[in-house]
Structures are given as structure tokens and as C-alpha cells.
């Protein structure tokens, strides 16, 4: 990830509410160090579904962590080898691409990495080769039929275009139209079909005369504000980003009636993000502003400038990254196929301006700002390519309900274009 910095802040926030997934030989392990390292903690390992997690106490600390000082006893006491990979390895985010080859990018629900904190990724070299020998050794990576027929080449060219736009046209272009270009480009490079694309001295020649023709006209019409039922499976689909696993333990019926009433009031607006996890926005969805067509939190029209750029900065650096590590489809992404992989970055890009647009208003700021959208991008990170929830059937349609023409329509009504 060019450009990248990470350093840990110490400020444990991935030690709290997170669920870390144990590896075979880790539970019995953790189990031994429950009395020196874990005081006063019934269990060192939880089970959720079948799979076995580290446990954490009443207050959502994990039962190892040192609160005041947001350290970690294992670490303390045994050194860093004695935590779990998965703790290791955090915030880095390891993925098979083919046999053999790795690809390594950052978790952006981590503050040091939003922040862009600390030393370049180079540094880090040695222990992601040691993280990478313990995470998937032998693993296949991307299936051939995920890659729809484009050379790997082909999918860089394509993915390295994407990046020289947003790029290039950062302080020309606001988030939003960026958006809808990125959008439209996708559509139309996948009806030029594989064979074209494939050959990649043509597409070299074509790719750079085509970006001016995706982008939107700031005189264009604005659309109208979706319907209700739009915006009420908007927001249920915003709600399954910002849920964390967490907030959710338990199956008895009690348990169940409170996340279904939870849901109906966010998807009719009157709930607040905060009713799922205290991290989010306590504001009601109805009076974020969401679909308004007046004047908006963040006016953000055709043209850009530097304070768009600097403002939206975090998220370019996340969709950038993703890009340039290929981590957007196949295991990155549900086992989606490229097209499906670039669509689902595009939209989870929306709902990381709508979840910034509440982060706003909960604030009582009248504009969106980089503290805003760093928080926006973090939490839908958190979830994008790794919920559970977002594997549901119901949750894919909603992606497949927002695709075409719906999703330039919810980028002008969320008046991010």
C-alpha cells in the first residue's frame, strides 16, 4: 500500500468488543495462562456459534487486557508470540490472491491507520513474512472463474486506472462525481467484454480518453429523493454495516425481539447507529439528513477543490489501497467475482459518506469533516468482506436493489455529488 504508515497507538480500542477467532491448539493455550494472565476471569476462551473466541469480561474488554494501561498481559508476561495470531497479525489484513503469492493490506477500523501513523509499511517486512508462513500456507487463492475472464495483467491495468483518476482529478472532481465516474467506468469496461480488455495495448490506448466522458455534468437535474421503501432498506442495509458481533451475543428470545425492534426503528429512522454499538453516531437517522435535497451537511457539487480533497482524504487512501492490494474480490469480498468486487467497493464507498453525514449531525456540525469521514471509513471497513451478516441472502439483494440506476440516484439524494 503505497504510501501507508502504521504504528500501534497503544489505545486498545482492537482489544474491546472485537471477537479474535482462535486457531487449533490456541484455546488450550490461552486456558493455561487464564490464572496469571487473566485474574479474576471465569473462561479464557468463549464460544460463539460452535467456533471458539477469546473471552471477554462484562464491560467488553477482552479478559487479557490491562484497561488502565491498555496493555496486553500476555504480551506483558510471555511476549507477543504467546497472543493469538489473529491478534498478531492485526491490523494487517492477509490475503491469498494465487499460489504462492500474498497479498498484504491494512484494517482501516484501526485509528493508526486511518491517522496514517507511524513508519512506512517497508518496516514491517519481516513480521508480515512471519505472519504470512502461520496464516495460509498452501492456501489456492483466487479461483480462475472469479476473475471473469480477465488476465491478471488486465485487472491491473484496470485497477491501476481506477487509482490515476482519483488521483489525478482529487482536487477537480468532488468525492461524490468521483463516485458515480468510478460507477460508470465499471459498468462500461464490463460490457467491452474480456476479450477487449484483454488486450491490454488497446485498452492502454483507451482507458485515459474515456474518464472525461463518465463524468457527471454539475448542471445535470437533480434526482429526486428515493421512495420510502428505498429509504428504509438504505438504512437496514447501513444497519448490518454498523453492527458488531459483540452487541449481539446470545440466541434466548429476548435477545432476539430486541435486535428485531433495534432494526424496524432504524430502518423507519427513529433509531440512532448508537443503539448498536456505543461507538456509533447517537443520533436518530431521520434527523441526519440523509435524503434532503436543501442545502446539505456537506455541500459537495460537481467541482472540488483542496478542502474536498484534504477533507475526504482517508477515504480515498482506503479505496486506493484496496485497490492496489487486490483485496476488493474473491476471499477479500465473499467470494465475488471481480465486476461484483469493484461494485461492492463502490457502494460500501456510499455508505461510508452516509455513515460520515451522521457522524456530523450527531456532532451538531453543520459540514462533514476529516474526523467524520476517518470514523465513516473505519466503520464500514470493519465489516466490509468480513460480517457474517453480510453473507445473508437478503443482504446480497440489497446490494443487487442499490446497483444500476439506484445507485447514482442515492449519491445525488445523499447530495453527495
Not at 497479525?89 to 484494517?107: A, D, H, M, Q, W
Not at 468525492?175 to 477487449?196: H, I, K, M, N
Not at 474518464?211 to 429526486?224: G, I, L, M, Y
Request: aromatic letters at 10%.
Amino acid at each position: 500500500m503505497s504510501g501507508q504508515r502504521f504504528d500501534c497507538l497503544q489505545c486498545g480500542r482492537c482489544c474491546r468488543r472485537w471477537r479474535v477467532a482462535l486457531r487449533p491448539g490456541e484455546p488450550e493455550r490461552l486456558a493455561s495462562w487464564r490464572e496469571r494472565a487473566a485474574p479474576g476471569a471465569a473462561t479464557a476462551v468463549e464460544r460463539c456459534g460452535g467456533h471458539p473466541y477469546v473471552a471477554h469480561d462484562a464491560s467488553g474488554d477482552c479478559v487479557f487486557l490491562d484497561g488502565a494501561r491498555n496493555l496486553c498481559r500476555l504480551e506483558e508476561m510471555a511476549g507477543a508470540a504467546a497472543k493469538p495470531l489473529g491478534c498478531r497479525i492485526y491490523p494487517f489484513n492477509l490475503v491469498t490472491l494465487f499460489p504462492g503469492v500474498l497479498s498484504c493490506g491494512l484494517r482501516f477500523d484501526c485509528p493508526a491507520v486511518r491517522q496514517n501513523q507511524g513508519r512506512e509499511l517497508g518496516a514491517w517486512k519481516s513480521q508480515i513474512l512471519d505472519y504470512a508462513a502461520a496464516f495460509a500456507p498452501g492456501a489456492a487463492g483466487i479461483p480462475v472463474r472469479l476473475l471473469a475472464g480477465l488476465e491478471p495483467l488486465t485487472i491491473r491495468q484496470l485497477a491501476d486506472g481506477f487509482r490515476s483518476y482519483l488521483a489525478e482529478s482529487a482536487e477537480r472532481v468532488s468525492p461524490g462525481a468521483q463516485l458515480v465516474v468510478l460507477w460508470r467506468a465499471t459498468a462500461r469496461y464490463a460490457g467491452l467484454g474480456a476479450d477487449f480488455l484483454n488486450d491490454r495495448e488497446t485498452l492502454g490506448e483507451v482507458l485515459p480518453k474515456l474518464w472525461s466522458k463518465f463524468e457527471p455534468d454539475p448542471a445535470e437535474e437533480r434526482r429526486c429523493v428515493p421512495g420510502a421503501g428505498s429509504r428504509a432498506l438504505f438504512r437496514l442495509w447501513l444497519a448490518h454495516y454498523w453492527r458488531r458481533d459483540q452487541e449481539w451475543a446470545g440466541d434466548g428470545w429476548r435477545t432476539r425481539c430486541r435486535r428485531a425492534w433495534t432494526l424496524v426503528r432504524l430502518m423507519t429512522g427513529g433509531g440512532a447507529p448508537a443503539l448498536l454499538s456505543p461507538e456509533h453516531p447517537d443520533v436518530a437517522l431521520n434527523r441526519a439528513g440523509l435524503f434532503r435535497l436543501e442545502p446539505p451537511v456537506q455541500p459537495l457539487p460537481g467541482a472540488a477543490g483542496p478542502a474536498d480533497a484534504e477533507t475526504w482524504e482517508c477515504w480515498r487512501r482506503w479505496l486506493m489501497g484496496r485497490l492496489e492490494t487486490w483485496q476488493w474480490f474473491g476471499p477479500a469480498c465473499y467470494g465475488t467475482d471481480v465486476w461484483a468486487g469493484w461494485r461492492a467497493l463502490w457502494q460500501a464507498s456510499l455508505l461510508m459518506a452516509a455513515t460520515a453525514r451522521a457522524a456530523a449531525a450527531a456532532a451538531g456540525r453543520p459540514q462533514v469533516t476529516a474526523a467524520d469521514v476517518q470514523y465513516a471509513v473505519g466503520a464500514i471497513d470493519h465489516a466490509f468482506g468480513r460480517s457474517p451478516l453480510l453473507q445473508w441472502s437478503l443482504l446480497r439483494r440489497l446490494d443487487a436493489w442499490f446497483a444500476g440506476p439506484r445507485f447514482e440516484r442515492l449519491v445525488a439524494a445523499l447530495n453527495w455529488k
